[in-house]
């Protein structure tokens, strides 16, 4: 098996604000193994993107702080590394692919710029090296006619086309972890399956960790290794994508599984999980999941259950569970 | 005889562009190019596929915020082009309601609730003050709110709730037809079931017709008694919901499909493979010749190039625009 490349242990980030403390990661311990994809799955708000964004320490500070924690990173703790250090990781050896690439490119440079940026940055290479490795990039993510694509800027490209161009750039400076916030779900179902399809052949190539933030249980299914799933800023259970469908433990993870509609299913009416996430402000007593929760017992407002392994990689925080 | 409400026969929708002072027209975006479907009373038609296909263009000449290059829509047997202005305004608007996708974006932020969902009673009756606002409690009950929200404003709500007030609203004037331009697409996970159930239940209890656009299959084959597959502004693939995803024939509907199912750790140890597309849709501006899709279709001949294949029933109302199938 692998080595572990990050461990981020009780990591705790939260957001002070003039309304209160807002505990948008409380207390989540997961790794990534080199090689491998790691899918953190989640509702909007439950504190996926705050989790990875504390990985790269770009936190809106003052108001986001890590406030408890650690995140290793090949034994070097990057909580307790100076600022000027920190960027030396950033883009080099952590990178990060962001949601809607219309927003992550700048509109007035061209793709070739925006990639060969980090890796004049990172790397201290010449400018023709520089063209060398730009292109080398944009071959990896297999964009066509890279010599030419790479004078062209992001409005000339399709979709599909400025998403490769984003994982060009988080690829051009070789990291060994790639953090990847939703990348396909602005994309369209068959460019979708292309980019997933690509992303597991340069894994394969690289060797590179990803973790991947998803809310979609089927491009889970079909790129990651192991899944975490958070539920308001916790990671309620963690286990491999095989044991986590076949046979989910938290109530949570089968709640959301059963209300999404399968397409080789014909479903009848579909199960809706009732009500909302809890705030983040004001999270309930015990088990965050409780008011939701159609099989919580007494306990469960009461105290907040604890992380329990129950096979071997598989943790579930549930009282239900033993 | 299936009850049909509305019939929409070879429509098509062609944008022209323009150059220079003088507005040149030097081409044309092929939106929408000869579609024809049905949409019978109480069920549920949804246009499927990727964006540029001619959903929403389609969606819009139905409610006529676009007006059709040419083809035909036909209500409850009535050609609407026989209508008047003010006919429309009286006989056709009202019959219709309408979801769009973004809640945050489809209602003013300045207006309360109340005001939001009367608006639609405001503009097409001629009810009293009164009248309006005892029918605003009715429809926020339909939707699974309660009377006391009438006086909130969008921003207090969450976004399953804000689209159950589009519901609401849409619902207002007892339409015949509501059009949902993907109805659950910007909500979460466990908020679309909800949202998709509500849907569903008012259907049964009104016999309503849905004209939904979709990308999401399992959304759509949940949702949907008929489904047209749509690309780059033409009907791939026509028929109804079950068929058609035990039985899908046409290549680029097989793609979709295989694009879209659960593919687990173990379906791939048995050796599934995803069907993955080569390139992406070509320009509408520059349409393919022959089968618009044979430049990325994985069973395509020499043939496919030059000849349009019609779109041609295969039994059933199955109907399967290709020269293989």
Redesign the interface.
């Given at each position: 098996m692998n080595k572990v490349l990050l461990r981020v242990e009780g990591l705790r980030t939260f957001f002070f604000t003039r309304k209160g403390v807002v505990k948008a990661v409380d207390g989540v311990s997961f790794y990534v193994r080199e090689g491998e994809t790691f899918g953190l799955v989640g509702e909007s708000a439950c504190g996926k993107t705050v989790t990875a964004l504390s990985i790269l320490r770009l936190l809106p500070e003052p108001a986001g702080q890590i406030v408890g924690g650690k995140i290793i990173l090949d034994g070097t703790n990057l909580l307790e590394l100076h600022k000027n250090e920190m960027r030396k990781y950033r883009g080099k050896v952590i990178s990060m692919i962001l949601q809607d690439p219309m927003t992550s490119l700048n509109p007035v440079y061209t793709v070739g710029d925006q990639i060969a940026e980090s890796v004049r940055l990172h790397q201290g290479l010449h400018d023709e090296k520089v063209e060398e490795e730009v292109i080398s990039a944009l071959r990896l993510l297999k964009i066509p006619s890279p010599e030419v694509i790479m004078r062209d800027y992001p409005f000339q490209l399709s979709g599909g086309m400025r998403q490769r161009a984003v994982g060009a750039i988080a690829m051009s400076c070789h990291p060994r972890l790639l953090i990847a916030d939703e990348p396909t779900t602005a994309l369209d179902a068959t460019i979708q399956a292309q980019y997933i399809a690509l992303f597991k052949d340069i894994q394969k190539k690289t060797n590179v960790a990803i973790m991947f933030i998803t809310h979609d249980f089927g491009v889970v299914a079909n790129m990651c290794h192991r899944v975490g799933v958070m539920y308001a800023g916790k990671i309620i259970e963690t286990a491999t994508t095989r044991e986590i469908f076949k046979a989910p433990k938290h109530p949570y993870t089968s709640a959301l599984m059963n209300s999404v509609p399968r397409l080789d299913q014909k479903g009848e009416r579909l199960y809706s999980i009732k009500g909302q996430p809890p705030s983040l402000r004001d999270l309930p007593p015990g088990c965050r999941f409780f008011p939701r929760c159609p099989v919580a017992e007494d306990i469960c407002h009461q105290q907040e259950p604890s992380e329990v392994e129950i096979s071997q990689g598989h943790f579930v925080s549930c009282w239900r569970v033993k | 005889m299936a009850d049909v409400l509305l019939e929409g026969r070879d429509l098509t929708k062609h944008y022209p562009i323009t150059k220079g002072l003088l507005q040149r027209i030097v081409g044309w975006v092929r939106a929408v190019d000869g579609i024809s479907f049905t949409i019978e009373r109480g069920k549920t038609l949804s246009l499927v596929g990727?964006?540029g296909a001619g959903k929403t263009t389609t969606a819009k000449a139905v409610l006529l915020q676009e007006k059709l290059t040419s083809g035909t829509i036909f209500f409850e047997g009535k050609d609407l082009s026989h209508f008047s202005p003010s006919q429309l305004k009286t006989e056709y608007r009202p019959r219709l309601g309408s979801v769009q996708q973004n809640p945050w974006s489809s209602m003013d932020p300045r207006m309360k609730v109340r005001d939001i969902i009367a608006e639609p009673l405001v503009v097409n009756t001629k009810q009293t003050k009164q009248q309006i606002r005892s029918r605003v409690p009715e429809l926020l009950e339909q939707v699974g709110l309660s009377a006391e929200h009438a006086e909130n404003y969008p921003h207090e709500f969450?976004g399953?709730q804000r689209q159950r007030i589009a519901v609401a609203r849409a619902m207002a004037l007892n339409p015949s037809l509501v059009v949902l331009d993907e109805p659950v697409s910007a909500l979460?996970?466990?908020?679309?079931?909800?949202i998709?159930?509500l849907l569903?239940d008012l259907q049964e209890q009104y016999n309503l017709s849905y004209l939904v656009i979709a990308?999401?299959?399992?959304?759509v084959?949940?949702m949907s008694h008929t489904v047209a597959i749509m690309y780059l502004g033409q009907i791939m693939e026509y028929g109804e919901a079950?068929e058609l995803?035990e039985r899908p024939l046409h290549p680029y509907t097989k793609?979709?499909?295989?694009?879209?199912?659960?593919?687990?750790?173990?379906d791939e140890d048995k050796g599934v493979k995803?069907?993955?597309?080569?390139g992406?849709?070509p320009s509408p501006l520059n349409p393919p010749s022959g089968c618009r899709f044979h430049t990325r279709c994985t069973e395509a001949v020499p043939e496919c190039g030059q000849t349009i294949p019609p779109l041609r029933d295969v039994g059933g109302g199955h109907k399967v625009a290709c020269n293989k199938a």
């Open positions: - | 990727e964006s969450s399953g979460d996970v466990s908020i679309r079931a909800q998709m159930n569903k990308h999401n299959l399992a959304t084959r949940y079950e995803f793609a979709l499909i295989s694009a879209s199912l659960l593919t687990l750790p173990e995803k069907i993955i597309l080569s992406e849709m």
